[in-house]
């Protein structure tokens, strides 16, 4: 059964993006929209824990455990953070539109990764 204080939202890929969609949930113990983005909440991590009633986190300024995040918003074109969470089976958002890339590239899969997100991308989930 949902968790009343927390809705779904789905996140699909942006123009030129790649995966998804996704459907984030938070959940007591998973609820932390984790912002990847250079230090403070990135607008969209902002965006997703509104909607959701997720907690926004700083992920550059504070570590959490990989199982407290219920999905990671990360700046990454390159191939560092574009895998990580997806090794980790984290739901991940780029807010660049790149796609599988790199030495992890076998962990960045559709149904845990998606692109090229915008604000407009984003949708709550009934």
């Known amino acids: 059964m949902a968790d009343p204080q927390y809705k779904k939202v789905r996140i699909k890929h942006g123009p030129k993006g790649w995966g998804g969609p996704l459907v984030i949930e938070p959940k007591p113990g998973r609820d932390l929209i ?16 509104e909607l959701t009633g997720g907690k926004p986190f700083d992920g550059f300024r504070s570590k959490a455990a990989f199982e407290e995040i219920a999905v990671a918003v990360i700046d990454c074109g390159g191939t560092a953070r574009v895998g990580v969470y997806p090794m980790k089976r984290v739901p991940t958002v780029d807010i660049y539109p790149t796609s599988p890339s790199g030495p992890l590239m ?14 407009d991308d984003i949708e709550i989930v009934e």
């Open 106 to 119: 076998r962990f960045i899969t559709e149904d845990i990764f998606v692109s090229g997100v915008r604000a």
């Open 34 to 49: 984790y912002s990847v983005t250079g230090g403070g909440i990135h607008p969209l991590a902002a965006r997703i824990a």
